[in-house]
C-alpha cells in the first residue's frame, strides 16, 4: 500500500526564517496535495502537483514534485506567525477502481515571533 | 459564504447513543466525502459518494451509515457509539471524481464520547 512519510513531525521556527518540509513516497505519485490545518478548523487547499518536476508558488509557500514523482518538498520562505499550523500532504491513490486519497501524519509547524 | 459546511460542530454524547452529523456543500460539486481524524491527527477516507452514489466504502463498521439525499448533502449516522469513535470528522467535495481534484472541507465535527 502506498505511504507518505513527511519529514520532520514537528518544527519550530523564529519568524522571518525559511524552512522545508517533505513528503516521500514508495510509490509513484500521480496527483500529491498540499494541505495546511489550523486548530479547530479544516483543510485548507495550498497547491496540487502532477507533473514531475513541476512547482508552484503561492504567497511564500513553493511546493515541488520531483522528477521520479516519489517526493515533494514545501518551502516556506521569511515565515511568519500566520504560517502555523498542521501541514499535510495527501496523494491520489486507485484502490479497486476507485480513487482516494491518502494523507501523511501531517508537520506541524510553530513560528516563534 | 461556507462552501462546506457540517453540523454540529462539538458533539459530547454517552457511549451507546445514535447521533447524526450533517454536512451541506454550496460548491456545485459532484462528489463528497467524509474523513475521520484521530488523536495522533492521522486523517483517514471513511466514505465518498458520486452524485449521491457510494463510491468508497473503506471498511468502516457498519454502525456508521452515510446518507445522500442529493449531491449538495452527505449526512453521517452513528448508531451505537463507541469510545474509540472519538475523533474530528471532516465532510469535504470536490467538482468531479478522479485523482487530480482538490478537495475542499469542512471546519470538522469533534465528536467526544463519555
Known amino acids: 500500500s502506498q505511504e507518505l512519510e513527511q519529514s520532520p513531525q514537528s518544527l519550530i521556527v523564529q519568524e522571518g526564517k525559511n524552512l522545508t518540509i517533505n513528503c516521500t513516497s514508495s510509490k509513484t505519485l500521480y496527483g500529491l496535495y498540499w494541505y495546511k490545518q489550523k486548530y479547530g478548523e479544516g483543510l485548507i487547499f495550498l497547491m496540487m502537483?502532477?507533473?514531475?518536476?513541476e512547482e508552484k508558488s503561492h504567497e511564500k509557500i513553493t511546493a515541488k514534485l520531483d522528477e521520479k514523482k516519489q517526493q515533494s518538498s514545501l518551502h516556506i520562505t521569511a515565515s511568519q506567525p500566520s504560517h502555523a499550523g498542521i501541514y499535510l500532504c495527501?496523494?491520489?491513490?486507485?484502490?479497486?477502481?476507485?480513487?482516494?486519497?491518502?494523507f501523511g501524519k501531517g508537520t506541524k509547524l510553530t513560528v516563534n515571533p | 459564504d461556507t462552501a462546506v459546511s457540517q453540523t454540529p460542530k462539538y458533539l459530547v454524547t454517552q457511549m451507546g447513543n445514535d447521533k447524526s452529523i450533517k454536512c451541506e456543500q454550496n460548491l456545485g460539486h459532484d462528489t463528497m466525502y467524509w474523513y475521520k481524524q484521530d488523536s495522533k491527527k492521522f486523517l483517514k477516507i471513511m466514505f465518498s459518494y458520486n452524485n449521491k452514489e457510494l463510491i468508497i466504502n473503506e471498511t468502516v463498521p457498519n454502525r456508521f451509515s452515510p446518507k445522500s439525499p442529493d449531491k449538495a448533502h452527505l449526512n453521517l449516522h452513528i448508531n451505537s457509539l463507541e469510545l474509540g469513535d472519538s475523533a474530528v470528522y471532516f465532510c469535504?467535495?470536490?467538482?468531479?471524481?478522479?485523482?487530480?481534484?482538490?478537495?475542499?472541507f469542512g471546519d470538522g465535527t469533534r465528536l467526544s464520547i463519555l
Open positions: 502537483l502532477q507533473k514531475g518536476g
Open positions: 495527501g496523494a491520489a491513490k486507485t484502490q479497486g477502481g476507485s480513487e482516494k486519497l491518502v
Open positions: 469535504a467535495s470536490s467538482q468531479v471524481y478522479g485523482r487530480d481534484q482538490p478537495q475542499h
